[in-house]
């Protein structure tokens, strides 16, 4: 692609007269001389200059010594760039129902492809535009909205219902019960989980994430919500909007997450907490009471972040805290009968 | 369902006159007219009587100012019900032997569902009554009881074997090799791990599990056991009956997990452990040593839960502590001179 | 086989005249008459003598009481042995290609089994000797190497490259998209994930992994290196040659693992992070800082070995070290008067 035409594409000014062909896209590390790369902000100037790069996008008032293109956003305009690098969706999923799906007689599917081996149940429904993966399996009366896209093994179970532009990466499982029992007199008894997952607009999951149907009523992700790999959400769990949760966190059954929260990875939340809206979690953290909108918090149990950081530092202070204690000890015992005890 | 039908199915008495048709289940919250929901016990009974619920199940002695049933155990009354409103087995997994089935020659196979796209291997079983969703791999030799349901995309590596009324969820992976190398001249040298995978009656395992197999011998999950989604379980661990471990908990191999033990979610068990009977282990914890029967841990390294509460709450305490610390050190060090030292 | 059989394939020295034929491989505690079980060195010689074995294998100077052979290393041996009871593989893989595989045209596939209901895209190429169970997805121009093992559900999405005698696990997803996100003003913008996964020779990932293509460029496993079940590797991230990562470890963007590098399960490494060579993590630690190489950590935040435990010690003194520190104040203020403050 000409560097004019990526101007033209993300809303640039071209630099000085040069117009180079790119072909591909790196990290200003890695960058060639067929390479756009991007410089972030002022701060990257260093590295900037020292890229092999053939042309890059830069901040207003950044000298790049080479072919460039200014933009307020250099970051978002080389995402712009890196989706006309993403192979063809048409070579990935090509158009059409596979002759090998099976796809029920009551189903209802207007997707704009469907890979080999699918399976689509009674009753289900998948929307225009949708693309599904090999080895897909969408149940009976599942619903999947228009323009969405489903990797190859994914598994929406009955009922399941994901709204539009929705993308589910591979091996995914929604709808999956519940982990309820009963006490019973033969060891634990099996809760049915008859509700169901309700999955919003522009939510994204990642591979191999887990989200539990409810035991009655919704398992909810709301609108625009952003699951990392191997994150699990369990049954009646309703996240907010906009969400974005890093990967192999889990999140115990019956919590309810407010929009704009943020997760590190490995988080933990029990269950039946209250997590308010734009809460910040570090990765690792273990959060075992409710959180209240703004907070941002770190460790186990979970504190906010100032107080965190006070006890990690403290913390490494101890053993020689216990050795002065000690002194201290000795001291007072020492002074003691001098003072007539 | 009428009310009074619910009253014969869950052994109730009915409260009134009033028999209304129900079509829904939900908690009280959530509940509408058309919905039973249930009153656990008297402690929710102002939940119960805000609830918009058409009839609730009560324990002896609430007023529900409704339609109601009286049972002893509200809860389980209500299990019972949610298991009508569960979708017909027949719709989710239809009768018969899909005709894209791979079965070879020399398996059994009497089950009463297989869905699309499975294969079985040269001299497996599969039991009868025993329902498999699409795309489920049944290995060579390997043994699924009578009654069972394995959920799509489940893998039953060679050689396992599985008991009866076992229920899989998605994805779930039984039989992967375990983790286990012997340094050698050029890298680690994978030792073959030619054990098997033997789950118990009545075992349910929840969504993206792993069982690995054994070394020798065999990894063991004891019956009435429920694992939750996500738990990774190494090669020759041992669980025993009636356990309960929750979400993203990783065991160790060779551990041995006595009978009745329950994990909270995200649980660490280190490596050729013993842990006793009725054990309860809190969410995160790890770990590291033996631990007696009837023991409650929480906490890294886990502790028996009273010193790990204690140590937590004087966590919070040490930072100031260590201002103390100081303070009393600086009036020691200006007490110094006049006790003559 | 016969005890002098399995002496010549682990050049060893038979012990005495008995020649017995073994039918199988177990432990020293679950052995019987027809299995081989070993006795890895000399701390473990009563384990030895008390086994029902009908042979063992054991280092020089250990006196069996039984058929044995003599070998330097014992489990090593034991492992070549374990080798011959494995299943044929060409039971577990059929050779040849399924009639159900959907092979694009313009695939190069020269592998020696691809089973039932496999997909390989376009321009994709899977090497000599290779076997992929069933329901394997090698996705468009992904490039499969010699003498591998894909496990049944694997997927390798577009454009990813395994070296040659790599084993993948059952459900393992490799070259998901990372998880890259800008803000924007409706909510968060996908960063288009361009670049692939590169796996090295003799690889082995567990099941249920996941490992994220790069952002631009390639997300690394370096040759020789071992993946537990679970393992997550984000987008960017580099891993060294002959590593070990255990469990659920989960491994976030662009971080750099040297070469040997172990680590424990369910460990946590942040971000932009430099792990150097043979460094040490023990299970459930949280990397948050760069870690030099051959450095051993533990805890959270990840800590040296040393101090770790001097903080875990400490911190089961650390409740009554407060009591003492209480009253170690309560004598100085009684003191106070006395000295005239």
Redesign the interface.
């Known amino acids: 692609m000409r560097l004019s035409d990526i101007a033209a594409l993300v809303g640039g000014r071209l630099l000085g007269d040069a117009d180079p062909e790119l072909t ?4 200003l590390a ?1 960058a060639g001389p067929g390479d756009l790369s991007f410089v972030a902000d002022a701060r990257r100037a260093a590295e900037g200059a020292a890229s092999a790069a053939g042309a890059l996008l830069v901040p207003p008032g950044l000298d790049p010594g080479r072919p460039a293109i200014v933009v307020d956003r250099p ?2 305009a080389f ?1 712009q760039f ?2 006309r ?3 063809d969706p048409d ?2 999923y090509p158009p059409g129902v ?1 002759p ?1 799906d ?1 796809v029920d007689a009551t189903a209802v599917v207007a997707a704009a492809a469907i ?3 699918c ?1 689509v ?2 009753g289900a429904v998948v929307g225009a535009g949708t693309r599904l ?3 897909v ?1 969408v ?3 599942a619903n999947v909205g228009r323009d969405c896209v489903l ?3 994914v ?1 929406v ?3 399941c219902r994901l709204g539009d532009r929705v ?1 589910v ?3 995914t ?1 929604v709808g ?2 519940g ?1 309820g ?2 006490p019973g007199p ?9 509700g169901i997952v309700e999955i919003g607009d ?1 939510v ?1 999951l ?3 994430v ?1 989200i ?1 149907r409810a ?3 919704r398992t909810v992700i709301g ?2 919500s ?1 699951l ?3 994150v ?1 959400v ?1 049954h009646n769990v309703r996240i907010g ?2 969400c ?1 949760i ?3 966190t ?1 999140i ?1 059954g019956s919590s309810v997450i407010g929009d704009g929260v943020v997760t590190g ?2 988080v ?1 939340i ?1 269950d039946h907490l209250v997590i308010g809206d734009g809460v910040r979690i570090g ?2 953290a ?1 959060v ?1 009471k409710d959180v209240p909108a703004g907070a941002t918090l770190f ?3 979970a ?1 906010d972040f100032h ?1 965190s950081f ?10 020689a ?2 050795g ?2 000690r002194a ?2 000795g ?2 015992a020492t ?1 003691a009968p ?2 007539g005890k």
Chains 1, 2, 3 share one sequence.
Do not use: M, W
């Open positions: 591909g896209a790196a990290s890695e970051y978002e995402a890196l989706a690098l993403a192979p070579r990935l596979h090998t099976v890979g080999p081996y399976v149940g009674a993966g090999p080895h399996v149940g009976s009366d990797h190859a093994h598994v179970r009955e009922g993308i990466h591979a091996g499982v999956a019960d982990f029992y009963l033969h060891g634990q008894v099996k809760i049915p989980q008859v522009d994204e990642g591979a191999l887990t539990d035991t009655t009523g609108a625009g952003k990392d790999n191997q699990h369990a909007r906009c974005a890093s990967a192999q889990g115990a990875g490995q933990g029990a990765a690792q273990g075992i460790g186990y149990p504190l107080e006070r006890i990690t530092a403290a913390l490494r202070r101890l053993p805290a216990l002065r204690l201290l000890e001291r007072a002074d001098k003072r």
